[in-house]
């Protein structure tokens, strides 16, 4: 096989592979965001699915790496590019991870907003919330109420101050927030609109 019909037999051989990871990246952050905003029991099965294509796609590169070995250093691209693709994947990974937790909050807050401003005030609970708390000058509003103690909740914070919980991969949380309400331990927070945030606790 000539170099020049060798070359384009493997940029075509390595095109479909380039397409696969980059819809493993995207694809599988997609997945996640929507598994995880939608049910914490269906990233039983889209998490180890998404996770487990990577060696998959690692090992299918080093078996064609190996074939197309006479080709020199461009066939190692075959095994690099999942290699070069797992950050990207992680950082996707992460974000929609983060977003995920707060996409429910903010919709519910933008499609309800009447209702928990006047439930501020003493008003029946709005639609979906698990329960009301008041720590004077805030008021959480539970969303969800894990397994092992922690929860999640769309909190009114007239002092902004929510906005220094951090605690998202191991960000910092400011010291006067951090034990707010009875139990629990401040971990992160995203502001959702003017004074309300989503914040998750343990």
């Known amino acids: 096989m000539s170099e020049r ?24 952050a997609a997945a996640l965001f929507i598994a995880n905003a939608l049910s914490g029991s269906a990233m039983l099965i889209v998490a180890p699915v998404v996770t487990i294509l990577w060696p998959v796609l690692t090992l299918e590169g080093a078996v064609q790496a190996w074939r197309w070995r006479s080709a020199g250093i461009p066939a190692l691209l075959l095994v690099m590019m999942p290699a070069i693709a797992l950050p990207f994947a992680a950082f996707a990974a992460n974000h ?33 919330i698990t329960g009301i708390l008041r720590v004077a000058p805030r008021t959480a509003f539970r969303t969800i109420i894990g397994f092992e103690g922690d929860w999640a909740a769309i909190i009114h914070d007239p002092t902004d101050r929510m906005a220094a ?14 034990r707010i309400f009875p139990n629990s331990q401040t971990i992160w927070c995203q502001r959702l609109d003017s004074h309300w945030f989503h914040c998750q606790f343990g």
């Open 5 to 28: 019909r060798q070359g384009a037999t493997l940029a075509a051989t390595l095109r479909p592979r380039l397409r696969f990871c980059i819809g493993w990246v995207f694809g599988g």
């Open 165 to 178: 919980a951090r605690g998202w991969n191991g960000g910092p949380v400011a010291p006067d927030i951090l």
């Open 96 to 128: 929609a991870l983060y977003w995920s937790h707060v996409a429910p909050s903010w919709l519910r807050l933008r499609s309800d907003r009447g209702a928990f401003d006047a439930a501020l005030t003493g008003a029946p609970m709005p639609t979906g």
